[in-house]
């Protein structure tokens, strides 16, 4: 049994949905901490998940067989997540900074005996940079989380941008300039 992910694809598109399972199981938690940090909200993570899946499925006979799996299917992801953050926008439905930090159980947690200097610093800091990453193009955020928070090298993340390296490792560097400058108000007054 061929469990790479080029033999599964064959087997899926032959009609085998224990591949296509497999498949799944395979992508769905690094798919999820894709659409999460693109769309800052875990309900609409897990429906970028099952979006993208479903998208993939029906697209299987299309996929270049040349091309990665995980690429492709990080495309189709980083699409359904850029539909549903821009007709979120659109709707004037735009998350506030509080909500994000309601669905991220990391951020719930409380630090070993902080100062109330450190909370409002912590939050300040968690509403600034929820706050810049919204005000970041599709393709800076995009370019943004793959490298940093997925750690994609800029080749995988140029792939999954369909560009050129040199234009990914740009959309990287503006996206950390934008926060840097957001960002550096806390810094200064932190020094």
Known sequence: MDCNDLGLVTRA????????RVLVERY????????????????????VVQDSFLRAYKQLARFDERASF????YRIAVNCSLDLVRSR?????????????MDDPILSLPARDPSPDRIAMSGEVRDRVAEAMTDLSASERTAFVLRHFEGMCIEDVSRVLGCQPGAAKHSV???V??????????VSAAR
């Open 89 to 101: 926008k659109r709707r004037n439905e735009l998350m506030a900074p509080e909500d994000s930090q």
């Open 28 to 47: 769905s938690r690094p798919l999820f901490r894709l659409a999460y940090r693109m769309t800052g909200n875990q309900q609409d993570a897990e429906d």
């Open 177 to 186: 300039q934008k926060l840097r400058r957001a960002l550096e108000p806390l």
């Open 70 to 73: 995980g690429t492709w299917l």
């Open 173 to 175: 560097f503006r996206a």
């Open 13 to 20: 598109r032959a009609g085998g949905t224990d591949a296509f």
